[in-house]
Antibody, heavy 120, light 109 residues
Framework: QVTLRESGPALVKPTQTLTLTCTFS??????????VNWIRQPPGKALEWLAR???????YYRTSLKTRLTISKDTSKNQVVLRMTNMDPVDSATYYC????????????WGQGAAVTVSS | SALTQRTSVSGSPGQSITIYCTGS?????????VSWYQQQPGKAPKLMLY???KRPSGVSSRFSGSKSGNTASLTISGLQADDEADYYC??????????FGSGTKVTVL
């Protein structure tokens, strides 16, 4: 059974760096074709893909946020970390980590989401 | 930029409805890698279709998908009360990225 769980601060101040951790089980990020993504959803708004890290270490970012995002993995801990710098109130959202594969390019498993509010 | 979806669609129980998702040649039109997600209030999205028309195990055959040019569509046949939710399309796009649609709220009358 695949599970993903996001963890991190619920509140960050403007200009601070957000660090979110995705801890997963039921699959390995060393398996060829497996990927972990971060997706966010502001309250009442649409989903927005942010970043992806692949089993081989390749990383991809949303172009408009590329300078602020860093995604990394620790395969020994089954964790993927997302860092987003210079947080702004418009970054307030629920942040989801998801699994995908390079076979299907679809998000087949989702975490429950981590709500993050950016406010002073 | 976000793929375009109609804000809301409604139908009576038993009817069929279709949700459209319009992009460009850089995303929907360029790849057969469109997926659809159902999101119930307060819940994480759930994958309903992938690669335009394939259903994951456990998803009802009442959900079907297709694509023509830069527009993909999701059809729900035999509409049921628990189909009421927000639906998002998503497409693989250039630069190994993904674009989601703006979302469609489905109301069962």
């Amino acid at each position: 059974q695949v599970t993903l769980r996001e963890s991190g601060p619920a509140l960050v101040k403007p200009t601070q760096t957000l660090t979110l951790t995705c801890t997963f089980s039921g699959f390995s990020l060393t398996t060829s074709g497996v990927c972990v993504n971060w997706i966010r959803q502001p309250p009442g708004k649409a989903l927005e893909w942010l970043a992806r890290i692949d089993w081989d270490g390749d990383k991809y970012y949303r172009t408009s946020l590329k300078t602020r995002l860093t995604i990394s993995k620790d395969t020994s801990k089954n964790q993927v970390v997302l860092r987003m710098t210079n947080m702004d109130p418009v970054d307030s959202a629920t942040y989801y980590c998801t699994r995908s594969t390079t076979a299907e390019y679809a998000f087949d498993n989702w975490g429950q989401g981590a709500a993050v509010t950016v406010s002073s | 930029s976000a793929l375009t979806q109609r804000t809301s669609v409604s139908g009576s129980p038993g009817q069929s409805i279709t949700i459209y998702c319009t992009g460009s040649s850089s995303d929907v039109g360029g790849y057969d890698l469109v997926s659809w997600y159902q999101q119930q209030p307060g819940k994480a999205p759930k994958l309903m279709l992938y690669e335009v028309s394939k259903r994951p195990s456990g998803v009802s055959s009442r959900f079907s998908g297709s694509k023509s040019g830069n527009t993909a569509s999701l059809t729900i046949s035999g509409l049921q009360a628990d189909d009421e939710a927000d639906y998002y399309c998503c497409s693989f796009a250039r630069s190994n990225s993904f674009e989601f649609g703006s979302g469609t709220k489905v109301t069962v009358l």
